[in-house]
């Protein structure tokens, strides 16, 4: 299984898309929107910000088994 590295994510508030790096070994809790300049955090239950707001999952939630 080949890991995606890359996504996009959609900021809550100003509704912008942007590309986004994520990192392969953790799970990244804070991000700052390059357009509005507000911080997301991950929803409630979530591990980290791109597995609430961007169209993958991060590389660790990736690698586990369904």
Do not use: I
């Given at each position: 299984?080949?890991?995606?590295?890359?996504?996009?994510?959609?900021c809550?508030?100003?509704?912008?898309?942007?590309?986004?790096e994520?990192p392969t070994?953790a799970c990244q809790?804070?991000?700052?929107c390059v357009?509005?300049?507000?911080?997301?955090?991950?929803k409630?239950g979530d591990?980290?910000?791109?597995?609430?707001?961007?169209d993958?999952r991060?590389?660790?939630?990736?690698?586990?088994?369904s």
């Amino acid at each position: 299984m080949t890991l995606k590295t890359t996504a996009t994510l959609t900021c809550p508030k100003c509704g912008q898309a942007q590309r986004a790096e994520m990192p392969t070994d953790a799970c990244q809790f804070f991000y700052e929107c390059v357009h509005c300049h507000v911080v997301l955090r991950p929803k409630q239950g979530d591990c980290c910000v791109f597995c609430s707001y961007a169209d993958v999952r991060c590389p660790p939630k990736q690698g586990e088994k369904s």
